[in-house]
């Protein structure tokens, strides 16, 4: 007899797929049924609301209960609350996620000193906004990987019409992304933010003293004193040479991809202002309740990570692609990439076994309408069957005319309509099939509560993947290799295969 896991996966490929046609004409409340209307009140912070709409996919009421009893046997709500209250998530590393703590879900202790941090955030925000270090217009921030698209994401989402501090983020050692930033700011009026869990990634501490150089040549008489460090590594900063009082540490065991919560997202902070900050947090905070408090297929996250593992596991979909229709969330396809991929892109179990089935799909996307008329003629007549979400707002972020957001959330509408719908013609090439998989997020407004739910819906998303897949999420070892070669490359260390001999030679490496 097979383990309860196995059953539940033998019972899920068994499973005979009606087409999209065919489940909304056989259920005549599958819209409803399959739709969540998330409500959250946060008092002086705001209100959210989102309606997430899962029917156009494949799952049916077979699957879902499948899928219901492959979490079961996963020990989903073991884990769940392993995640909340500081159990050890990250086995490999040793390590709790905390990062829920961050925003008020956690364990006592590790939320009181979330607090704290918090605290001490908001009072070096304050000074700044007071001039107490002179007058800030702009803000370098440099950081890489989940020390930059969490706050390069935020502030791009929530500054259109203004921010309080003019923020750069530089995260890649290319130069040339730098010098960008330096053209933008004025050195006297400028802070420089250096982000980095570690405070040792190559690309980070290069950019940051290259950005104090700049400094120093452009005439700032003490530049270290415009240099705040948002890290888990304070001595090391205090070593580099920041002073202590602008260093905004955070626990080791909040991970670099989920650290938007922490320090790392000062720059929206300082941008927003701290009333900002608090809503993002609180936003997140209502999405983890409903994350922790529902159950089965009523649990939104749950119910998308269903959906994925239907796609990547029993149809073989290699990617899944999100277009935000809102160009306040235009940075948001990267930074699910980093979350999804980085997290979920495994190739052994907890226990260290191969995995039977692929992990993570490809994370891609874009802007819709641009995508539209660019990679869209894919999705509807390509070969790839490509699970869409597709991301808007009810209210405008822009006040033009009404007719550009109607406009917008028109053609929204009717991709996820065409792709399902399909269409038919005598000539083979103006044939759609249909039967093409979408799901649609439609949140009221996009606003700081809002994104931290949005954000923290996709958090739980990817964990409740990984439960289901038995991989750990939390930790990211495949990124380890290429460093290390590059830092023998740079040593002139090691024998390398001929094409990167040859390649190194010509690049003036060697
Ligand atoms: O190389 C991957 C990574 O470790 C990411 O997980 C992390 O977000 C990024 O690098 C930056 O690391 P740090 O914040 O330590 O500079």
Redesign the pocket.
Known sequence: MSDPISAAWERLDALQPATLETLFANDPERAAKLSRRLEFRLGELGDVGMLLDWSKTHLDDEALGAFEDLAEACDFPRMREALFSGGIVNPTEGRAANHGAMRGSGPEPEVEEAGALLARMGMLAGAIHDDALGEVKHLIHI?????ALGPAMAVDALTRDGARVDVHVVSNIDGLALEQAFAACDPATTLVAI???????TE?MTNAASALKWLGERGVSDPYGRVIALTANPEVAVEWGVDETRILPFPESV???Y?IWSSIGFPVALACGMDDFRALLAGAKAMDDHFRTSDGRANAPLLAAFADQYYARLRGCQTRAVFAYDERLALLPDYLQ?LEM?SNGKRVTVDGEPVERPTAAVTWGGVGTDAQHAVFQLLHQGTHLVPVDFIASIAPGDLLDPAHHRSLLMNCLAQGAALMAGSEADDPARCYPGDRPSAMILVDDIDAATLGALIAFHEHRTFANAVLMRINPFD?FG?ELG?ALAKRIDAGEGDFDPSTTALMKAAGLA
């Open positions: 950081g890489i990987g989940g020390s982000a980095s869990k570690t405070f040792t990634t980070t991970g670099g991809r650290s980093q980085e990211q990124v460093k």
